[in-house]
């Protein structure tokens, strides 16, 4: 089998290895799956591959992203949990249009660096970052995110930085759902040590 048949098989084979696991992988992965490094590269110039971040790959000819940022944030920083205005903008809480992606992490964790999106990094750390986390699948990878109770609670915590009208608009939208919790925004209104702030904003709910 000459060397062409060889790059063919080869190519076809990361395809099938791509098809898989829902059309993207970070490189690591690719490779780790067993494709050579020169097959991605020769997939990327071939426009089979595109880069949806650094070190990330997705199929050309696999469906569309519906968020790829986010997509982005999941692959890079699997230990990041969105928060604030992009968890809001989830929860569909709030008219806000993010212009960066909010991620928490704990006090001393590495900061990445990416290219695309321009990410926010706030600090949380002990229940504040362990507690009311949810995780939403996005193309076989796991988007981790605050609840909207936690959300909210973190929204007042942030507010010097943030906005209290964003946190106040967002618990006006968030009264208007079907369902709300109120002893879960107490409960994480007390772990983030705003409940004495909230509590006005909380009552006006029941």
Known sequence: MDNKHVQSDQIQRAIDVFRGHGGTLRTKDAISEGIHPRTLYQMRDQRLLVTISRGVYRLASADPISDPDLLTVAARVPQGVICLIS???LHEITTQIPHAVDIALPPGAWTPELQHPPI???RFSGRSMTDGIENRPID???LQV???EKTLADCFKFRNKIGLDVAIEALRLYRNRQRINVSEL???AEINRVARIMRPYLESLT
């Open 120 to 122: 926010r990094i706030f």
């Open 146 to 148: 605050f609840c909207a």
């Open 140 to 142: 076989r990878f796991q």
């Open 87 to 89: 968890a809001l903008a």
């Open 186 to 188: 107490f409960r994480y």
